[in-house]
Nanobody, 119 residues
Framework: QVQLVESGGGLVQPGGSLRLSCAAS????????MNWFRQAPGKQRELVAA???????NYEDSVKGRFTISRDNAKNTVYLQMNSLKPEDTAAYYC?????????????WGQGTQVTVSS
C-alpha cells in the first residue's frame, strides 16, 4: 500500500523553527515532483514549495528566504525546513508527490500536520 506520512508539526513561537518530514512508502518505481502545500482555516490550499527529482526548487513568495525544501531520493523523503516562522504561517501542511507505480502514475497526499505559530 502506497502512502505518504508526514511528521514534525507542532506549536512554535514567532521567529522559531520547525522541520517537517514526509516519507513515501510502498512499491514506488519513481517520484518526480514532491511538494508541500498548506491550508489555513477559511483559506484555499496553497503550494508552499516544490522540488523536482534533480533538486530544482520553487517557493511561494511569502516563504522565500525562510523555508527550504529538500529531498532524500534514497529514502523517498521530502523535508521542509521552516525558519523565522510568523503567525501567518499557521496552517495544516500537506505533503504531495507524483508517484510512478506499476499501475501507472498518480498524485498522492499525506494526512497533514498542523503548524501553529503563536506566542
Amino acid at each position: 500500500q502506497v502512502q505518504l506520512v508526514e511528521s514534525g508539526g507542532g506549536l512554535v513561537q514567532p521567529g522559531g523553527s520547525l522541520r517537517l518530514s514526509c516519507a513515501a512508502s510502498g512499491s514506488i518505481f519513481y517520484i518526480s515532483v514532491m511538494n508541500w502545500f498548506r491550508q489555513a482555516p477559511g483559506k484555499q490550499r496553497e503550494l508552499v514549495a516544490a522540488i523536482t527529482s534533480d533538486g530544482s526548487t520553487n517557493y511561494e513568495d511569502s516563504v522565500k528566504g525562510r523555508f527550504t525544501i529538500s529531498r532524500d531520493n534514497a529514502k523517498n523523503t521530502v523535508y521542509l525546513q521552516m525558519n523565522s516562522l510568523k503567525p501567518e504561517d499557521t496552517a495544516a501542511y500537506y505533503c504531495n508527490a507524483n508517484l510512478r507505480l506499476a499501475s501507472g502514475t498518480r498524485d498522492y497526499w499525506g494526512q497533514g500536520t498542523q503548524v501553529t505559530v503563536s506566542s
